[in-house]
């Protein structure tokens, strides 16, 4: 019997520590396949690269890099690089190096490699590390192995992907979670280059996040693995009732 076929990406590039690890650990239960970005592509979103040409690089027999985003190394990988019988049965992307958790989503592009995924047919798995100092992915990689190989046996609903958050240390379980909302806002420094012309740097001051139960935040917060079902679907559904007065 075939041993499942598995795709890997990531938005930290192809050197980060976090696909090694992922890659390390998903061999034990499939073939691997890698395309990943050719350099960092944090905050890429689910950005596809349209004005400019794109190239690829084998890097060896399974290992592809693409000087794109993540988005743009899946649609090639399904697309261009991959042959029919190579076709993966999963996406997994990351491990990220820090949260994607609530809003933070829609930022990343750990998160839109594996909804591209989705949005063509195989499932998608993101998978990410809340830690921003610490690069042991040993405990990630553990989680990421177990859903895996349970998204493989049981499946995961049509057109849903699964946003996979690991908190630092060793997490006491794994709980089924909805997008939270965060408390920040914008915090952007001035500074000169060496030729005095001026350059922003945006980041953000954290406040904590709203306690509304149930949600990606809480999980983490409590030493959780938070694993929220998500889609491409950014139809706010109850606004449609709502707003039905606005049909002509």
């Known amino acids: 019997m075939s041993l499942p076929r598995i795709l890997l990406t990531n938005d930290d590039g192809y050197y980060a520590d976090g696909i090694k690890a992922l890659e390390k650990s998903l061999c034990e239960i499939g073939d691997v396949y890698l395309v990943a970005p050719e350099s960092e592509m944090s905050g890429a979103s689910h950005s596809l690269t349209l004005a400019r040409p794109l190239r690829i690089r084998q890097r060896s027999e399974r290992h592809w890099t693409v000087d794109g ?29 820090g949260a994607n958790l ?17 949005i063509l047919g195989v499932p998608g798995l993101a998978f990410s590390l ?7 992915f040993t405990e990630s990689a553990r989680v990421a192995f177990e859903v895996t190989k ?12 699964l946003n996979v958050n690991v908190p630092k240390g060793i997490s006491k379980g794994i709980r089924i979670t909805r997008q939270g909302f965060k408390d ?17 740097w945006i980041g953000e001051v954290r406040e904590g ?10 999980a983490i917060d409590e030493g959780y693995v ?9 139809t706010n559904h109850k606004a449609i009732e709502v707003l039905s007065s606005w049909n002509d």
């Open 184 to 200: 920040a806002k914008p915090h952007i420094t001035e500074h000169l280059d060496p030729r005095g012309k001026l350059y922003y």
């Open 69 to 97: 985003t993540p988005t743009d190394c899946v649609t090639l990988a399904l697309n261009q690089i991959l042959r029919e019988d190579e076709r993966p049965h999963i996406c997994c992307s990351g491990i990220n190096h």
């Open 102 to 118: 609530g809003d933070d989503a829609t930022y990343s592009g750990t998160v839109a490699g594996a909804m591209e995924a989705t």
């Open 226 to 234: 938070s694993v929220t079902p998500m889609r491409s679907d950014l």
């Open 209 to 218: 996040f709203r306690a509304e139960g149930g949600t990606d935040f809480e």
């Open 150 to 161: 349970k998204a493989l046996a049981d499946g995961i609903p049509e057109g849903t992907l």
């Open 130 to 136: 809340v830690a921003t100092r610490e690069h042991d």
